[in-house]
C-alpha cells in the first residue's frame, strides 16, 4: 500500500511540475487522479512559508437541545522544513480544564507524536496512534483532525467544480493514507482563488457520512496567507456541535523547537 502510494505520488509529482506555467499557475489535467494530486499540491505550495503562528480562539460545544458550553484556548504552530508542523494548543478557560495542554508533531505516514497534559493529575499522557480518532476533549473534533495536513497523508482524486455560495470550488476526495484514521474518505471543497478549504464532509469507516465542517471569514495575512474566523463543525450522526470562533492571528514570532517541546506542555499554564 505504501509502496504503490508513493510511486504514485513520485509519478504525479513529475507531472505536476512539469504542469505549472511561469508564475506557477496550474495546468489542469484530465485524469482525476492526478488532477486532485495537482489540485491538492497547490493549496499545499501557496499556504507554505508562514514559518510560525499563533490565535486566539474560543471553542463553542453544543448539544443537539441547543445547549452548550465555552472554553477559550490559544494554538501556536510551528512550520518545519521536510516534517510535519508542530502544533502547542493550551486551554485558558474554564477552570476546571485551565492548564490542559496539547502538543502534536505531524508527520507524513509515520504515526503522529501527540501528548495532553492534565494539570489536575499533573502528568502528561502520550497519545496512542490507536486512539487518533478520538474526540479532542470532549469536541466534535478528533485528534487526528488537530495535525497538519500534509499532502503524503492522503490519496487523492479530482469529483467535479462546483460553487459554495458564490464561490467557486474544486471538489476532490482524498482518503488517509496512514493508519488508525477513523475516517474512510473526505470530501473537500477547496476555493479557486485562496486554495483555501470552504467545506469538509468526514465519512467513518462504514462510509456513511459522519461530520460536516464548514469555513467562514477568511482574512489574508502577511498579504499572502489566508485564515478562516469561523469554522463550524456539526456530528452529523448524533446532532452534536462544535464551532471554533478565531481572533488575533500572529506571524513570524519568533518560537523555536524549545517552544514545542515536551517541557513546554507544563510551562504553558494558561
Known amino acids: ?31 482525476p487522479v492526478i488532477k486532485g494530486f495537482e489540485i491538492a499540491s497547490e493549496m499545499i505550495r501557496k499556504d507554505s512559508g508562514w514559518i510560525d503562528q ?9 448539544n ?19 516534517d510535519g508542523d508542530k502544533t502547542l494548543t493550551t486551554f485558558h478557560y ?9 502538543l ?11 501528548w495532553l497534559y492534565l ?19 470532549g469536541s466534535e473534533f478528533a485528534y487526528e483532525d488537530m495535525t497538519s495536513q500534509e499532502l503524503e497523508r492522503y490519496t487523492y482524486k479530482w469529483l467535479r467544480d462546483e460553487f459554495v455560495g458564490e464561490r467557486e470550488a474544486f471538489v476532490i476526495e482524498r482518503q488517509p493514507a496512514y493508519e488508525y484514521s477513523g475516517y474512510s474518505r473526505q470530501v473537500v471543497w477547496l476555493d479557486k482563488i485562496m486554495y483555501q478549504p470552504l467545506r469538509l464532509d468526514y465519512y467513518d469507516r462504514k462510509d456513511s457520512l459522519l461530520k460536516v465542517l464548514n469555513f467562514e471569514g477568511y482574512k489574508k495575512y502577511l ?18 456541535k462544535t464551532s471554533l ?10 518560537f523555536t523547537d524549545r517552544d514545542f517541546d515536551r517541557n513546554a506542555l507544563r510551562r504553558n499554564r494558561g
Open 1 to 31: 500500500m505504501k509502496i504503490q502510494f508513493l510511486i504514485m505520488v513520485i509519478l504525479c509529482l513529475g507531472l505536476y511540475k512539469g504542469s505549472l506555467g511561469a508564475q506557477g499557475e496550474q495546468v489542469e489535467s484530465t485524469d
Open 245 to 254: 470562533i478565531m481572533t488575533d492571528y500572529k506571524f513570524e514570532n519568533g
Open 119 to 137: 494539570p489536575a493529575l499533573k502528568r502528561i499522557k502520550r497519545i496512542s496512534s490507536a486512539y487518533k480518532s478520538g474526540p479532542f476533549v
Open 223 to 240: 498579504n499572502r496567507f489566508w485564515r478562516p474566523d469561523k469554522m463550524h463543525m456539526e456530528n452529523i450522526q448524533t446532532g452534536k
Open 94 to 102: 474554564p477552570k476546571d480544564i485551565k492548564g490542559t495542554s496539547f
Open 64 to 82: 443537539r437541545r441547543g445547549e452548550s458550553s465555552t472554553r477559550s484556548l490559544n494554538i501556536r504552530r510551528l512550520e518545519v522544513e521536510n
Open 54 to 62: 499563533h490565535v486566539e480562539m474560543e471553542m463553542i460545544l453544543s
Open 104 to 114: 502534536s508533531y505531524t508527520h507524513s505516514l509515520d504515526p503522529d507524536d501527540q
